[in-house]
C-alpha cells in the first residue's frame, strides 16, 4: 500500500479509500469466526418429529429457556 502525504485536512478527507481487495475474503471470514466465537449458536442443531403439538411447544419452551440464561 503506497503511503501518501496531505496538505491540509480537506484534503485527505476528499482522498478516495484504498482497499487492497485480495484480502477482502480472508477479512470476511476472520469477521465470521469472530461473530460466532462472540454469538454461539443457541439452537440444537438436526431436526426433530414430535407426537403432538404439546411436545412441540414445550421444546421449545425449553430452548427458550436456555436461551435466556445465556
Known amino acids: 500500500m503506497p ?3 496531505f496538505r491540509s485536512i480537506e484534503e485527505m478527507n476528499a482522498a478516495p479509500v ?3 481487495s485480495r484480502h477482502a475474503v480472508e477479512r470476511f471470514l476472520r469477521h465470521c469466526a469472530r461473530y460466532r466465537m462472540i454469538a454461539p449458536r ?3 442443531r ?3 418429529r414430535f407426537r403432538t403439538l404439546e ?3 414445550a421444546a421449545r419452551r425449553q430452548v427458550a429457556a436456555r436461551q435466556h440464561l445465556r
Open 3 to 5: 503511503v501518501q502525504k
Open 18 to 20: 484504498v482497499v487492497d
Open 42 to 44: 443457541t439452537f440444537p
Open 46 to 48: 438436526g431436526v426433530f
Open 55 to 57: 411436545d412441540a411447544q
